[in-house]
């Protein structure tokens, strides 16, 4: 419960941190990417999921079937494809933006207690170098959870939970990628953020799962799901490892 509580207080905290740190005009940047992504992979997706769906009505004959088992087989390729590509566009997303969220998380945390973070061109890079690492190592890792969830899915009594754990772990590795831009410049080895992520894994996952929720409000949450997000976690994190300090 902590870790719930603690996503929670840090989202409602984040505006009045971006008010203060003079933040508010860095919703626009991520919209705008977010919405030129969004647009890319919605065009590629209908192109791959109508030529796949049009080679197996070939092979199969597909349009011998039934009407209704026609539309359900269709149906299931379509969601299939958006998940995917759903997918992939939050790995995308995580990567084309990591070095302006890297910026946000270090002006969040100069914010606070107006520390000063002198990196070198080299350390910038390194940063946003594990950065794509890391959401490269999450979205190989949510494939596969997922693509075993949606087999778990076969078994009647659990169908109905899969859409719930898909979420949860979706928002798992989100959450992660936030936290780790406070982890590394607070120099903890991607092997400290792992055991870190293990230990905080409550806060990671509903901080993710905020992201997600903000994020698929229509039109407004692409543009401020990623800074508010960012400045929450990091808000959370630094919560977290202070109080690890002193205890």
Request: proline share 2%.
């Amino acid at each position: 419960m902590r870790g719930i509580y603690l996503a929670g207080e840090s989202f409602f905290e984040a505006f009045s941190v971006i008010k203060k740190g003079k933040m508010r005009k860095f919703y626009l940047l991520p919209g705008v990417i977010n919405l030129i992504l969004i647009n890319l992979l919605y065009r590629l997706s209908k192109y791959v999921s109508f030529n796949i769906f049009s080679k197996l009505e070939t092979y199969f004959n597909l349009s011998n079937y039934e009407n209704i088992a026609f539309m359900v087989i269709k149906v299931i390729i379509i969601v299939l494809s958006f998940l995917l590509y759903f997918l992939m566009y939050k790995a995308l997303l995580l990567i084309v933006l990591s070095p302006f969220l890297n910026y946000i998380s270090e002006r969040t945390e100069r914010t606070l207690d107006n520390r000063k973070f002198e990196f070198s061109f080299r350390d910038n890079i390194r940063f946003i170098w594990r950065g794509i690492v890391i959401s490269c190592k999450s979205f190989s890792k949510e494939m596969i959870g997922t693509l075993i969830l949606l087999l778990l899915g076969i078994i009647p009594f659990l169908s109905l939970t899969i859409p719930f754990f898909i979420f949860l772990l979706q928002a798992y590795y989100i959450g992660f990628s936030f936290m780790d831009y406070t982890l590394e410049r607070h120099n903890y080895s991607s092997e400290e953020s792992l055991i870190f992520l293990k230990k905080n894994w409550v806060f990671s996952a509903f901080s993710g799962a905020l992201f997600t929720v903000v994020f698929l409000i229509p039109l407004v949450g692409v543009f401020i799901a990623p800074l508010v997000s960012c400045v929450a976690v990091t808000l959370g994190t630094l919560k977290i490892i202070n109080n690890e300090k002193y205890n």
